[in-house]
């Protein structure tokens, strides 16, 4: 069964402190892996999509990777206006269905 | 205005009540969703619409009713809801759901069921 688990559920990190928060995904024949970025009362917003294993994307503080099982958003000196809830999603299978994890709330504190 | 605009924010109802969600969309894609969104629970697609065609009906419930009457509306009709049908209610659109492109969701509908 296509799956997605984000770890850990909740992050608390002091103001650069760097860490990372982690996606790993079970479906046949990834066709796109995507992070979004949600503020409280806002809709997801678009970070990254990544197609395959070894590809990299940053932007400001984030970085994303993609290996064959799990993907990564590494948060660099992470600032207080970080903090939100990252979602990953996986594409992909005989479907090609849209998976949501339960995301990752991040707090970066001053 | 500009991306996804979703109306009302919040809305509250009781379960005899018949309620609408809309959606407006400005970016000239030709593909629209309804997600629900639940505490602690990963984003659930209800909904597809492809060029004002539903292409997806993911086992919702009759009591929810989607219409895309052209390709920048969207709605969701609500009638006899039950509690818990309380959630966020997501609208995105992308250029086409056959492809494999980024959402842009709206701000959502927040919606209490008493």
């Known amino acids: 069964e296509d799956q997605v688990t984000q770890s850990p559920e909740a992050l608390r990190l002091q103001e650069g402190e760097s860490s990372s928060l982690n996606c790993s995904y079970t479906v046949s024949g990834l066709r796109g892996l995507f992070w979004y970025r949600q503020d409280p009362g806002k809709g997801p917003e678009f970070l990254f999509t990544?197609?395959?294993a070894g590809e990299e994307k940053e932007k400001e503080r984030l970085k994303a990777t993609l290996t064959k099982k799990e993907s990564f958003l590494h948060i660099t000196a992470p600032k207080p206006e970080d903090s939100a809830t990252y979602l990953c999603?996986?594409?992909?299978?005989?479907?090609?269905?849209?998976?949501f994890g339960t995301g990752t709330l991040l707090a970066v504190q001053p | 205005e500009t991306g996804v605009t979703q109306t009302p924010r919040h809305l509250v109802m009781g379960m005899t009540n018949k309620k609408s969600l809309k959606c407006e969309q400005h970016?000239?894609?030709?593909?629209m969703y309804w997600y629900k969104q639940s505490a602690k629970k990963p984003l659930e697609l209800m909904f597809v619409?492809?060029?004002?065609?539903?292409?997806e009906n993911n086992s919702v419930p009759s009591r929810f009713s989607p219409e895309c009457p052209n390709s920048s509306h969207l709605f969701l009709h609500l009638h006899t809801l039950q509690p818990e049908d309380s959630a966020l209610y997501l609208c995105?659109?992308?250029?086409?759901?056959?492809?494999?492109?980024?959402?842009?969701f709206g701000s959502g509908t927040q919606l209490s069921v008493l």
């Open positions: 990544l197609y395959s």
């Open positions: 970016l000239g894609h030709n593909a």
């Open positions: 619409y492809n060029f004002k065609e539903q292409t």
């Open positions: 995105a659109s992308s250029q086409d759901s056959a492809t494999n492109e980024k959402l842009f």
């Open positions: 999603a996986v594409q992909g299978g005989a479907t090609n269905k849209l998976i």
